[in-house]
């Protein structure tokens, strides 16, 4: 039987945030990634694409880069299939140009992604015009005292919104207990305020026992996303106990196949989310959001309004300029 080999092809990108992202990992100015080009004996061309975050827990894009230069001309399912853990977002952007990135699944909704800040008070509106209903703001940036001013006015939206607090691991365990006890005070007199819906990675990756014992003691939900960033941590934190919430970054995550059966096979609370990947690496990651997302979340990819649009002749700008 003949072995099915790919004509490769791959080129770098650079887009830029409409204004840099500020988080507790500091700010981010520019996403850079690699879009992978297959080429199958037919003359059928396929797309796929690594959106690395190295500060995440994927692998660096020079990392990347390095891998996809010392393959061959043509690849195969194979050398695919071998790729190592150490590169999930190169295990997940070369086996989806092989998946079939088709719809035919419900249509999903997204959260929309606020600046950190103030400017949030001034961003929601237009979101909530666009359609959004959840919406997702990061914390740990600033002075807390000054977040929970700003957090107090944004239980004042439509109590039809949900909101959810994105520390980025950046807050102390005493901080922690301030923000989840802040938000369970709401949550015990709801009238005019939305909903908490979690609060997303409170502290350090290395700090899982404490988030644990945290989400024991609150009423509001504690979901892990750095905790969780590739299949390998998804499975670890699953094994030590963790059945809360669990945000789940496909592109970073490592094989698709291998996450499908994960989560299929353990039914995990998930919450899919945005690497802010190019509309190739978004198809891919929308596709398994749809086959494994929990039905009562929203996904995170509502943050379309933060980058520099894509123009419609990007991809063969891309391959045109080098």
């Known amino acids: 039987m ?13 887009r830029q945030f409409q204004s840099p992202l500020h988080t507790s ?18 003359g059928k061309v396929d797309y796929g694409e690594i959106a ?12 990347a880069w390095a891998f996809c230069c010392q393959l061959p001309p043509k690849v195969t399912q194979e050398m695919i299939d071998s790729i190592p853990d150490t590169l999930p977002a190169c295990q997940f952007g070369f086996e989806s140009v092989l998946e079939e990135v088709g719809d ?13 800040g103030e400017a949030a008070l001034g961003a929601w509106e237009k979101l909530w015009e666009k359609g959004y209903r959840t919406f997702k703001w990061k914390i740990g940036v600033g002075a807390i005292a000054e977040e929970l001013k700003i957090f107090a006015k944004l239980m004042q939206l439509p109590v039809s ?5 994105d520390a980025n691991g950046g807050l102390s365990y005493d901080q922690a207990q301030l923000w989840l006890q802040t938000c369970d005070r709401f949550a015990e007199n709801p009238a005019g305020t939305v909903e908490v819906e979690y609060l997303e990675q409170p502290l ?18 504690i979901a892990l996303d750095e905790s969780v ?28 196949s291998r996450l499908r059966q994960f989560c299929r096979e353990y039914q995990i609370d998930a919450v899919f989310s945005s690497v802010f990947e190019t509309e190739i690496g978004k198809s891919a990651a929308l596709k398994l959001a749809r086959e494994l997302s929990s039905p009562n979340r929203t996904v995170g990819f509502g943050v379309d309004h933060l980058l520099a649009p894509e123009d419609s002749q990007w991809l063969e700008r891309l391959w045109s300029t080098h």
Request: aromatic share 14%; with cysteine; charged share 20%.
């Open 204 to 221: 350090a990756v290395e700090e899982f026992a404490a988030m644990l014992e945290l989400s024991r003691c609150y009423s509001c939900a």
């Open 2 to 14: 003949e072995i099915a080999t790919y004509q490769l092809e791959f080129r770098r990108y650079q």
């Open 25 to 42: 990992h500091g700010i981010w100015k520019v996403r850079e990634g690699i879009i992978l080009r297959f080429t199958d004996a037919t």
């Open 104 to 116: 035919g699944k419900p249509s999903l909704t997204y959260s929309g992604l606020l600046p950190a």
């Open 52 to 63: 690395p975050i190295s500060w995440f827990g994927s692998e660096t894009i020079e990392q």
């Open 161 to 165: 919104a949900k909101l959810r607090l």
């Open 229 to 256: 960033a590739t299949l390998k941590q998804l499975q670890e934190c699953y094994h030590k106990g963790w059945r809360g919430i669990f945000i789940i970054k496909p592109a970073i995550a490592g094989f698709p």
